[in-house]
């Protein structure tokens, strides 16, 4: 009997050393807050079938740890009623990255990517269907997909984003938008999951007048990280994936001339 009782009190002791064990301080501790605020500034250009767009993106993440923003310039052009392409430009700071994870003075932390600047490319496909047999008429399916080139760290990835849109219109005049999506964020070179991030949005577009809108989002983000190359260099830490889930909530203006 004695010697059971050492081995469960042996037992008890190991499982209360590996719930102190510093090994689990190499998984990044993030976000400091669940909830994230991003707000934008975008203007759209009318050109016939060219629709140039110019957006300011800011955003607040890990508590207010870390503020994102970025500048996209770029064009759409459509090749059909139903089917727009685009190409973009944008560059932006504070963005982290899975190897932003890194080691500092024996411990590990989020690299200060406030400054830093990346330029990034990206491609967008957006074909569109209109579904007039559902109840109003007015709605919308489209499925709008993305190949991004990070030229920072080489990185490349799809979004791919299934969304459905009802439209509010009064005497042939729009007056809302209101749009049910879910995104899939699909990494192409880096990571170690199929997918790094994904989660379903809300957006409601209110029209003030035919140049000016008012755009607002909810959403709900699953990201995952995985390990480091910091990590991955020590070899006093084993791998990780941690994943999280933010609420995204959004505010912008909108502009089309």
Request: hydrophobic share 40%.
């Amino acid at each position: 009997m004695s010697r059971m009782l050492k081995a469960m009190a042996a037992c008890a002791i190991l499982i209360g050393a590996v719930g102190i064990l510093p090994a689990s301080e190499h998984v990044p501790s993030y976000p400091g807050s669940r909830i994230e605020l991003q707000t934008h500034l975008r203007a759209f250009w009318n050109l016939g079938d060219w629709e140039p767009m110019v957006s300011l993106d800011g955003r607040v993440e890990d508590g207010f740890e870390l503020f994102y923003r970025s500048l996209t310039l770029g064009t759409y052009y459509r090749l059909h009623r139903n089917l727009k392409v685009g190409g973009f430009y944008r560059a932006q700071q504070g963005a982290r990255h899975d190897d932003d994870w890194v080691a500092t003075g024996g411990s590990f932390d989020w690299d200060d990517t406030g400054s830093r600047t990346e330029h990034l490319f990206f491609a967008d496909v957006s074909p569109r269907v209109l579904l007039d047999m559902l109840p109003g008429e007015n709605w919308v399916l489209m499925l709008k997909s993305r190949y991004f080139y990070n030229s920072f760290n080489r990185q490349q990835w799809l979004t791919v984003r299934p969304g459905l849109t009802w439209f509010w219109i009064v005497d042939r005049e729009p007056q809302l938008n209101v749009s049910g999506n879910y995104e899939f964020y699909i990494p192409l070179n880096f990571g170690e999951t199929v997918l790094y991030g994904h989660g379903p949005y809300l957006n409601v577009l209110y029209h003030l007048s035919p140049t000016v809108k008012l755009d607002a989002t909810a959403a709900y983000r699953t990201r995952t990280w995985s390990t480091s190359e910091d990590v991955e260099d020590d070899p006093a830490h084993g791998d990780y994936q941690k994943t999280v889930r933010t609420w995204l909530l959004g505010l912008g203006v909108i502009f089309r001339f």
